[in-house]
């Protein structure tokens, strides 16, 4: 039970917003989450004055009307990027430029949705995002249940920095995807406590998406688990979109999550990372299941600003100006479209030669999109020795998921160069399996 706020905290005017629209909500809320609220100090009242004749709030340097002051090797080196100076070197926004939010939240609403969604609030990377979520809706002891095998980042994320407690679910059984291991987990946590559930799809390190009938069972396990507790379901979409077989939905299921239950709460995280191929830009969004004007909206765009201008204060001017002419341009959906036909080329590269591989030896998991492909090693072999050997005599590097997995990432191997990719890991693998048969 959570210790009541005094009726003069900052917050509680918000965190009443908040209970009035969902009060399973504010039972997500983390003890920060609660005590978050945006102060009304230099970048609130550097909005309120913005526009006036002379305006000595925020601390720019300006040519006195506005103007950024910066020295011009700089500045012509930014008018190459973006063609605004000072939408690239002045300070973005805490939340980020408002035409970057207001695209991105036209780009990814489905056609004919009625989802409700926020206008996204920019984030420093999809982690930054992640870790804005954790802050808020995280505290110690929390269940986090996470589909398995997970990125190891969100250990990092959720139970280093916050202290929740990670629960592994298990859907890859068989050599299939099994959605009910979701609701198993949900169903296992002590009846009515707030939880989250941590989706990405397609996944990282398997590379997997589910079905449309794998969806229809995930959301329907779900709201189920929403009847019996409030939830909080994290998507992180940071490979969204990157889908190369039929029947398989390249739509997040944030928006079939969005107004499905009362105490399920979905919120969005995307990014210009891999739907720009911007890695280096981070520039990220995170999108809440509620009408850019509705009061709870504004709640907790205040939160989570309040802990943003707490840790990196504004996400980076410049990179957002890139990536906001980068979706103005004519044919840039195409552009992007290519590059997922890339991908899908190499992915079908690599089922390929996995298909052909000895399947004593590389036992792929389920994949169908994103990046990667996670191989199961045969019994006894250890994926970090196997690593090892692989970067030691076979002059190829790979990534190792202890005790038995190891990953391909086909996204960065040309797709001519994949089937020697294949058979020189299944060769290390035989290498592995013959010092073991040596013992």
């Given at each position: 039970m959570?210790?009541p706020?005094?009726?003069?905290h900052p917050a509680q005017?918000?965190n ?9 909500l ?5 003890d920060?989450g609660?005590?978050?609220v945006?102060?009304?100090d ?9 526009g006036?004749?002379?305006n000595?709030?925020?601390g ?20 190459s990027?973006?063609g605004?100076?000072?939408?690239a070197?002045?300070y ?7 035409p970057l939010?207001r695209?991105?939240r036209?780009?990814?609403r ?7 969604s ?7 990377g999809?982690t930054h995002g992640?870790s804005?979520?954790?802050d808020?809706?995280c505290?110690?002891g ?7 095998p997970?990125w190891?980042n969100?250990?990092?994320?959720f ?14 059984r068989?050599?299939?995807?099994d ?8 169903d ?6 707030p ?13 997997y998406?589910?079905?449309a ?8 396990a779900?709201?189920?688990a929403?009847?019996?507790r409030p939830l909080?379901v994290?998507c992180d979409?940071?490979?969204?979109g ?5 029947g ?14 009362e ?28 009408e850019?004007?509705?009061a709870v ?7 989570t600003?309040c802990?943003?201008?707490a840790t990196i204060?504004s996400p980076?001017?410049?990179?957002q ?41 590389m ?9 990667f ?11 970090e020795?196997?690593?090892q050997?692989?970067?030691?005599e ?16 086909y ?5 001519e ?15 592995e399996?013959?010092s073991?048969r040596?013992?």
């Amino acid at each position: 039970m959570l210790a009541p706020m005094s009726p003069t905290h900052p917050a509680q005017a918000i965190n009443d917003d908040i209970e009035k629209a969902r009060p399973a909500l504010l039972a997500l809320l983390s003890d920060l989450g609660r005590e978050a609220v945006y102060p009304p100090d230099i970048p609130f009242q550097a909005a309120q004055a913005r526009g006036k004749r002379y305006n000595a709030t925020i601390g720019q340097i300006t040519d006195g009307h506005g103007r950024i002051l910066a020295p011009p090797a700089l500045a012509r080196q930014i008018e190459s990027l973006a063609g605004d100076r000072n939408a690239a070197l002045l300070y973005s926004a805490v939340e980020g430029r408002e035409p970057l939010r207001r695209r991105w939240r036209e780009r990814h609403r489905p056609p004919g949705t009625t989802a409700p969604s926020s206008l996204p609030l920019v984030v420093a990377g999809l982690t930054h995002g992640l870790s804005l979520v954790a802050d808020l809706f995280c505290d110690r002891g929390r269940a986090v249940v996470i589909p398995a095998p997970f990125w190891g980042n969100y250990r990092q994320i959720f139970t280093l920095r916050r202290g929740g407690r990670v629960v592994p679910a298990e859907v890859y059984r068989g050599g299939r995807f099994d959605p009910g291991a979701i609701r198993a987990a949900l169903d296992a946590l002590p009846a009515g406590e707030p939880a989250l559930v941590l989706l990405n799809l397609p996944a990282n390190p398997v590379g997997y998406s589910p079905t449309a009938p794998e969806s229809d069972a995930v959301v329907e396990a779900l709201t189920a688990a929403a009847s019996r507790r409030p939830l909080m379901v994290v998507c992180d979409d940071a490979y969204a979109g990157l889908v190369y077989e039929d029947g398989v939905p390249r739509e997040s299921l944030f928006w079939r999550l969005a107004g499905a239950a009362e105490s399920l709460i979905p919120v969005k995280i995307d990014g210009c990372t891999k739907e720009l191929v911007f890695f280096g830009g981070r520039v990220a969004f995170l999108t809440f299941p509620f009408e850019p004007e509705a009061a709870v909206t504004r709640a907790l765009e205040s939160k989570t600003k309040c802990v943003l201008r707490a840790t990196i204060g504004s996400p980076a001017a410049l990179t957002q100006e890139v990536a906001l002419s980068a979706l103005a341009t004519d044919g840039v959906e195409d552009e992007i479209e290519e590059v997922r036909s890339i991908l899908g080329r190499r992915y079908r590269a690599l089922r390929r030669a996995l298909d052909a591989a000895s399947p004593d030896l590389m036992r792929p998991l389920p994949f169908n999109s994103g990046c990667f492909a996670l191989i199961e090693l045969p019994e006894g072999v250890d994926a970090e020795a196997l690593r090892q050997r692989l970067l030691a005599e076979f002059d190829t590097g790979v990534v190792s998921s202890p005790p038995r997995y190891v990953r391909i990432a086909y996204c960065s191997v040309a797709e001519e160069a994949i089937p020697e990719l294949v058979t020189r890991i299944e060769a290390g693998v035989a290498a592995e399996v013959s010092s073991l048969r040596a013992w």
